[in-house]
T-cell receptor, first 110, second 115 residues
Framework: GENVEQHPSTLSVQEGDSAVIKCTYS??????FPWYKQELGKRPQLIID?????GEKKDQRIAVTLNKTAKHFSLHITETQPEDSAVYFC?????????FGAGTRLTVKP | EAQVTQNPRYLITVTGKKLTVTCSQN?????MSWYRQDPGLGLRQIYY???????DKGDVPEGYKVSRKEKRNFPLILESPSPNQTSLYFC??????????????FGPGTRLTVL
């Protein structure tokens, strides 16, 4: 089955800096790649997603890039703010079978 | 208000005592799914359902059962819970998108402890 690896497991940045989280997947048939943000004690919420026929997608300070050849995708957050502090999960899906990465704990220091 | 609800939110039980965690959504979503979340392992899919009476195994289905008799409900059943099923459980739902999923909306979570 699909295997998703996520790095780094923890990331600390200064407010205003950029943050990058990377994921790799094993099955080239994966066709959907969402990113979820989970604040402490809360449910995961989708922040951005990308489909396999698109190489890059941007939504304000958040962007995702997908490299199908290398089977990796990345989340980019620019101009980070303290409220961006949370755990971020990537995922890859094949026909609705969703596999998540282990998560990245992002801390944005004021 | 559009939402996914789960009950109970917290449950402490003993090994072998059958339990059911309910999940309900009011968004008329076809797709529903159950995940468990454990430290360092992220979210792992247990079962999912593409519509009424259609269910499929996810990554970690052992020890769990589900049913989808109505579109809005997708209960998770632990026939004989064991301590390794102690975890935080999330239900999620989305509109059916065919081979490519749509955004999943998560419930608030159920924290289960099996002694």
């Amino acid at each position: 089955g699909e295997n998703v690896e996520q790095h780094p497991s923890t990331l600390s940045v200064q407010e205003g800096d950029s943050a990058v989280i990377k994921c790799t997947y094993s099955d080239s048939a994966s066709n959907y790649f969402p990113w979820y943000k989970q604040e402490l004690g809360k449910r995961p919420q989708l922040i951005i997603d990308i489909r396999s026929n698109v190489g890059e997608k941007k939504d304000q300070r958040i962007a995702v890039t997908l490299n199908k050849t290398a089977k990796h995708f990345s989340l980019h957050i620019t101009e980070t703010q303290p409220e961006d502090s949370a755990v971020y999960f990537c995922a890859a899906s094949i026909n609705n079978d969703m596999r998540f990465g282990a998560g990245t704990r992002l801390t944005v220091k004021p | 208000e559009a939402q996914v609800t789960q009950n109970p939110r917290y449950l402490i039980t003993v090994t072998g005592k059958k339990l059911t965690v309910t999940c309900s959504q009011n968004m008329n979503h076809e797709y529903m799914s159950w995940y468990r979340q454990d430290p360092g392992l992220g979210l792992r899919q247990i079962y999912y359902s593409m519509n009424v009476e259609v269910t499929d195994k996810g990554d970690v289905p052992e020890g769990y059962k589900v049913s989808r008799k109505e579109k809005r409900n997708f209960p998770l059943i632990l026939e004989s819970p064991s301590p390794n099923q102690t975890s935080l459980y999330f239900c999620a739902s989305s509109l059916w998108g065919g081979a490519v999923p749509n955004e999943q909306f998560f419930g608030p979570g159920t924290r289960l402890t099996v002694l």
